[in-house]
């Protein structure tokens, strides 16, 4: 178990420019979510994947953002058309369950400049 | 009204002391609730999980629900201040959405 891995630690794009990051969650989780988090902020919500289905998606992720978890193994978070207020923490967090929601074990995160 | 309120802070406690964070959600239908840690520049940890009325323990730390109040707290006995980081509650319906709200963090400072 090496935990939850995120690729890369950071990423500086010119606004304009596309950018996807990878999350490779904990082998054995089937759930897997994504959340950015600004500074003096608590994480906030982008997307949830059970096994290889998006199951919940944020209003507040427009059609810029796209998320995929092929095969209900790593995920990717692509942003198009980076603006400056895309720059926050992109974090990933994964969990193991059937029923009722518990913690998760977050990754590093992928710090996300956009200038 | 914000969906999981914390005092910002900081909170700062001598060391050997009891700390206490507090926090309040809206959503009655709320089931699941947790507490994470997360030191400047890393990501959230989590350290406590409760999910019925009362007090839970684990070592130095105490979380306690009430529901009918729709307030959580953590308690850290004897705080040190390696303790010392932003606490962060957030709380889950479990039904009919899958989204685990978080509150903005109360930073807790440990003076030695």
């Known amino acids: 178990d090496t935990g939850v891995s995120q690729d890369p630690r950071h990423k500086i794009t010119k606004r304009g420019q596309n950018v996807t990051f990878r999350c490779d969650p904990i082998?054995?989780?089937?759930?897997l979510y994504w959340y950015r988090q600004t500074l003096g902020q608590g994480p906030e919500f982008l997307t949830y994947?059970?096994?290889?289905?998006?199951?919940?998606k944020s209003r507040l992720l427009s059609d810029r953002f796209s998320a995929e978890r092929p095969k209900g193994s790593f995920s990717t978070l692509e942003i198009q058309r980076t603006e400056q207020g895309d720059s926050a923490m992109y974090l990933c967090?994964?969990?193991?369950?059937?029923?009722?929601?518990?913690?998760?074990?977050f990754g590093s995160g992928t710090r996300l400049t956009v200038v | 009204q914000k969906e999981v309120e914390q005092n910002s802070g900081p909170l700062s406690v001598p060391e050997g002391a009891i700390a206490s964070l507090n926090c309040t959600y809206s959503?009655?239908?709320?089931?699941?609730f947790f507490w994470y840690r997360q030191y400047s520049g890393k990501s959230p940890e989590l350290i406590m999980s409760?999910?019925?009325?009362g007090d839970k323990e684990d070592g130095r730390f105490t979380a306690q629900l009430n529901k009918a109040s729709q307030y959580v707290s953590l308690l850290i006995r004897d705080s040190q201040p390696s303790d010392s980081a932003t606490y962060l509650c957030?709380?889950?319906?479990?039904?009919?959405?899958?989204?685990?709200?978080f509150g903005a963090g109360t930073r807790l400072f440990v003076k030695a």
């Open positions: 957030a709380v889950n319906r479990n039904t009919g959405g899958f989204k685990t709200i």
């Open positions: 967090a994964s969990s193991y369950g059937t029923g009722e929601i518990d913690g998760y074990t």
């Open positions: 959503d009655r239908g709320s089931q699941s």
């Open positions: 409760i999910y019925s009325n």
């Open positions: 994947f059970q096994n290889e289905a998006q199951l919940e």
């Open positions: 082998s054995e989780h089937n759930r």
